[in-house]
Structures are given as structure tokens and as C-alpha cells.
């Protein structure tokens, strides 16, 4: 199967700090999707995104499928942003119609 | 609307014992999936399930059951519980194959 690999794995900023978080895939990908665990455990679509950009309010992402890549920014961090990032695709080549998850990057947004 | 409801939330096992974690979506989606998450790992896919009547394994199925009689409901089962089974559940669907994923809010399972 297809290794994702996020970085940091780890992140402490200050409120009003701007973010980047980054998605590596080692072979070609669909689905590309990012979602953010809170500190309760929920799990929340944040942009699904095979290719190309979208925004919503103070985030935004990035896919380059071509590069195997992907990244999240995250501007104006205010504490609610605090949790776990997870980015998530399916191997385009075939195999289980599921999503391979990175291990996430824990983003810690102090007052 | 609920979206993607399981239960229960939390669960004791001794090991051995078995159990049904549910899972219902009212949203008619086609795709259902279960995933397990470990400590420091991301979620790794159990089962799933493309449409009523069909489904299939993921990379993790070993001591797990999973069948789809309904659009809405996927339950995944625990034959014989071990404590290689501890972890949180969650359970996902989306429209189609392929497309926004949705999740419920997990069941967290202890088999001591």
C-alpha cells in the first residue's frame, strides 16, 4: 500500500500565528482529504481535495497530485484550532476502496 | 439529520466475550467503513462496504465481522475479543466511493 507521511508530527504556536502543515504520498493518490481531530476525538472533514486549491475562511489547502503532495494553511490560529490534522487518499492504482491515513501533525495553539 | 451515529461510545470487554459495535448513517450513502485508531498512529481501515449486501476487507480485518443488510446500518462485530482489540472505532460513509468522508464520533473499546 501507499505510505503517507505528514510533517511536523508536532506543533506549539501562539494564537494569531499562520501555519503550514504538509502532506507527502509515496505513489499517486485520489480522494486527497484533510480533517482535524479535536480534543474530544471528533473527526472533521476539513477539505476534500484530490487537486488544486480551495479555502474556507482561515484555511485553505493545496493538492499538487503530479508531486504527490499536499498542505494546509492555517492562518490567524485561534485556540480552537488545537487537535490533531490528519490527511487521508486512496491509492489510484487499485486495491481496498478505503483511505490511508498519515499518523496526523498535533498542533497546540497557546493563548 | 444525525449524520453518521455510532454506539455505543464506550465499552468494557473481558477478553473472549463478544460484541456488536453499530453504526447508522441517515444521510442514503452508498460507501460505509470501520477504522481503528491506535495510540500515535493514524486510522487504519477494518472493513467496508460499497453498497447493501457487498462487502469487503481492509488491511486490518483479522478477528473482525462486518455485514450490510440495510443502506443505513454496518455493524461491525467482535467474535472473540483480545486485548490487541483495545482502541478507539470510528465509522465512516460517503455518497459514493471516492467522494467527502464522514464520520461518527467513535467508540472508544477496552478489552482487558
Known amino acids: 500500500g501507499i505510505q503517507v507521511e505528514q510533517s511536523p508530527p508536532d506543533l506549539i504556536l501562539q494564537e494569531g500565528a499562520n501555519s503550514t502543515l504538509r502532506c507527502n504520498f509515496s505513489?499517486?493518490?485520489?480522494?486527497l482529504q484533510w480533517f482535524h481531530q479535536n480534543p474530544w476525538g471528533q473527526l472533521i472533514n476539513l477539505f476534500y481535495?484530490?487537486?488544486g486549491t480551495k479555502q474556507n475562511g482561515r484555511l485553505s489547502a493545496t493538492t499538487v497530485a503530479t508531486e504527490r503532495y499536499s498542505l494546509l494553511y492555517i492562518s490567524s490560529s485561534q485556540t480552537t484550532d488545537s487537535g490533531v490534522y490528519f490527511c487521508?487518499?486512496?491509492?489510484?492504482?487499485?486495491?481496498?476502496?478505503?483511505?490511508?491515513f498519515g499518523k496526523g501533525t498535533h498542533l497546540i495553539i497557546q493563548p | 439529520n444525525a449524520g453518521v451515529t455510532q454506539t455505543p461510545k464506550f465499552q468494557v470487554l473481558k477478553t473472549g466475550q463478544s460484541m456488536t459495535l453499530q453504526c447508522a448513517q441517515d444521510?442514503?450513502?452508498?460507501?460505509m467503513s470501520w477504522y481503528r485508531q491506535d495510540p500515535g498512529m493514524g486510522l487504519r481501515l477494518i472493513h467496508y462496504?460499497?453498497?447493501?449486501?457487498?462487502?469487503d476487507q481492509g488491511e486490518v480485518p483479522n478477528g473482525y465481522n462486518v455485514s450490510r443488510s440495510t443502506t443505513e446500518d454496518f455493524p461491525l462485530r467482535l467474535l472473540s475479543a483480545a486485548p490487541s482489540q483495545t482502541s478507539v472505532y470510528f465509522c465512516?460513509?460517503?455518497?459514493?466511493?471516492?467522494?467527502?468522508?464522514?464520520f461518527g464520533q467513535g467508540t472508544r473499546l477496552t478489552v482487558v
Open positions: 444521510m442514503n450513502h452508498e460507501y
Open positions: 481535495i484530490p487537486s
Open positions: 462496504s460499497v453498497g447493501a449486501g457487498i462487502t
Open positions: 465512516a460513509s460517503t455518497q459514493v466511493v471516492g467522494t467527502e468522508a464522514f
Open positions: 505513489d499517486s493518490v485520489n480522494n
Open positions: 487521508a487518499g486512496k491509492y489510484s492504482g487499485g486495491g481496498a476502496d478505503g483511505l490511508t
